[in-house]
Nanobody
Framework: VQLQASGGGLVQAGGSLRLSCAAS????????MGWYRQAPGKQRELVAT???????NYADSVKGRFTISRDNAKNTVYLQMNSLKPEDTAVYYCVYGSGLSDYWGQGTEVTVSS
């Protein structure tokens, strides 16, 4: 499975960004896709996940501000990020899991200026 993420960039605090991640290869119908992030000097942390049945899970720090969604026909997951804060600055990694293996994208950088 290959993951191609896009949509990162520089935004002012309070702004919005939308990340996309397209999966290709041997995609299982039942899977979980999502986003993790890693800020400088910190451990990688969960941001949000969504199952192929559209069950979502969010980190407390992003609830109410971020929305994860997916298009199963396109094997693509999206992360709409609103009301961004400087503490959201990180490299965001897309992940795909099928219960057998996990796959990670290359990461896309999000920088939120104050």
């Amino acid at each position: 499975v290959q993951l191609q993420a896009s949509g990162g960039g520089l935004v002012q605090a309070g702004g919005s960004l939308r990340l996309s991640c397209a999966a290709s290869g041997s995609i299982f119908k039942i899977n979980v896709m999502g986003w993790y992030r890693q800020a400088p000097g910190k451990q990688r942390e969960l941001v949000a996940t969504i199952t192929s049945g559209s069950i979502t899970n969010y980190a407390d720090s992003v609830k109410g501000r971020f929305t994860i969604s997916r298009d199963n026909a396109k094997n693509t997951v999206y992360l709409q990020m609103n009301s961004l804060k400087p503490e959201d600055t990180a490299v965001y990694y897309c992940v795909y899991g099928s219960g057998l293996s996990d796959y990670w994208g290359q990461g896309t950088e999000v920088t939120v200026s104050s």
